[in-house]
């Protein structure tokens, strides 16, 4: 059965278009306008072995803010399309990954109620590239987890470098996700006492 989803985004801010495959290769075609946030998208489906297509045209003339907003938001939608009922599914996964001398921690909950808990270290360069706004990493977050309807614990205990510390989340994140999503042999129906997810 193809976990697959598609969402499109239309605004006066931006046009947003994105496929996702859960059961992909990890194979990325992203173009946002943001370079550092299409590494980090990048990143995203490598290490979460999701196939990603995104196509974002934003108003960067402002600034990088609603582009990155909406991008998420779209995937988070094309997220929760590819889940489907989330029948089968591990549903709970966590993930450790370092970046020299950063380490970001996530651990996720396919819960169907969206939720974020997020923390870095304090006093990161405002910047990274020439456009992407390191305030913004938490934000992509609540936008994603908003249309995903996912519950995201993400935490990086310390770090140094700013590019080094947003990279850490989004792979912890990616194998997080991956694990969460994968189908367990031993689960029948839905992972939840409730009966729906």
Known sequence: MSRTGRAERATKETRVAVEIDLDGSGAADVSTGVGFFDHMLDQLAKHGLFDLTVRTEGDLHIDSHHTMEDTALALG?????????????????DAKVPLDEALAEVTADVSGRPYLVHSEPAGMAPVIGRD????MTRHIFESFVAQARVALHIHVPYGRNAHHIVECQFKALARALRV???????VSGVPSTKGAL
């Open 77 to 93: 939608a094309a997220f929760a399309e590819a889940l489907g009922d989330k029948a089968g599914i591990r549903r709970f996964a």
């Open 180 to 186: 969460a999503c994968e189908p367990d042999p031993r």
């Open 132 to 135: 992407y706004d390191t305030t």
